[in-house]
T-cell receptor, first 112, second 110 residues
Framework: NAGVTQTPKFRVLKTGQSMTLLCAQD?????MYWYRQDPGMGLRLIHY???????AKGEVPDGYNVSRLKKQNFLLGLESAAPSQTSVYFC???????????FGPGTRLTVL | AQSVTQPDIHITVSEGASLELRCNYS??????LFWYVQSPGQGLQLLLK??????LVQGIKGFEAEFKRSQSSFNLRKPSVHWSDAAEYFC????????FGDGTTLTVKP
């Protein structure tokens, strides 16, 4: 039982490049979330999903897209990376919005 | 608006001393409340949660929290802090939408 895994762990991009972050969970959770964490700003919700095939915008969605084609996977895409997207990205999942969230180990992204 | 507030950005305590981290919530209904811990370079891990019933909840690593409806608070406590408790702590709540506090960084002095 791996819980929540994230790929990759580290990545360096140049401005304008694109990439996809993969999140996978093996707990059969309906809800999945993408957060970014920046110093002094806590966790900010980017996008979330309430089930397979659904996505919704969070607090800071601009510049990101997501897809949830399979229940166990939640992908976060950056179409044209900007230095402001340098951050640590966390994926999380939960049974429902009323249950605790299980977090992945994070992806540290640097955009030059 | 639904929100969770952690008034203390940074707290320093001596090893062996007691600890209390504050969390205040603002919800129309009684929320479900959580405390998470984040060690450096890692994701968040659940310490404890409150759904209903007994207002004093026990968690892992010797932590406990008390739900006080009259004060809209859910403070985290530990009677004796260990050096390994140094981390960032997040309070979170949900009444249909999850919200996280900004976190409190705990430093433990030897």
């Amino acid at each position: 039982n791996a819980g929540v895994t994230q790929t990759p762990k580290f990545r360096v991009l140049k401005t304008g490049q694109s990439m996809t972050l993969l999140c996978a969970q093996d707990m059969n959770h309906e809800y999945m979330y993408w957060y970014r964490q920046d110093p002094g700003m806590g966790l900010r919700l980017i996008h979330y999903s309430v089930g397979e095939g659904t996505t919704a915008k969070g607090e800071v969605p601009d510049g990101y897209n997501v897809s949830r084609l399979k229940k166990q996977n939640f992908l976060l895409g950056l179409e044209s990376a900007a230095p402001s997207q340098t951050s640590v990205y966390f994926c999380a999942s939960s049974y429902t919005v009323y249950n605790e969230q299980f977090f992945g180990p994070g992806t540290r992204l640097t955009v030059l | 608006a639904q929100s969770v507030t952690q008034p203390d950005i940074h707290i320093t305590v001596s090893e062996g001393a007691s600890l209390e981290l504050r969390c205040n919530y603002s919800y129309g209904a009684t929320p479900y409340l959580f405390w998470y811990v984040q060690s450096p370079g890692q994701g968040l891990q659940l310490l404890l949660k409150y759904f209903s019933g007994d207002t004093l909840v026990q968690g892992i690593k010797g932590f406990e929290a008390e739900f006080k409806r009259s004060q809209s608070s859910f403070n985290l406590r530990k009677p004796s802090v260990h050096w390994s408790d140094a981390a960032e702590y997040f309070c979170a709540g949900t009444a249909g939408k999850s919200t996280f506090g900004d976190g409190t960084t705990l430093t433990v002095k030897p």
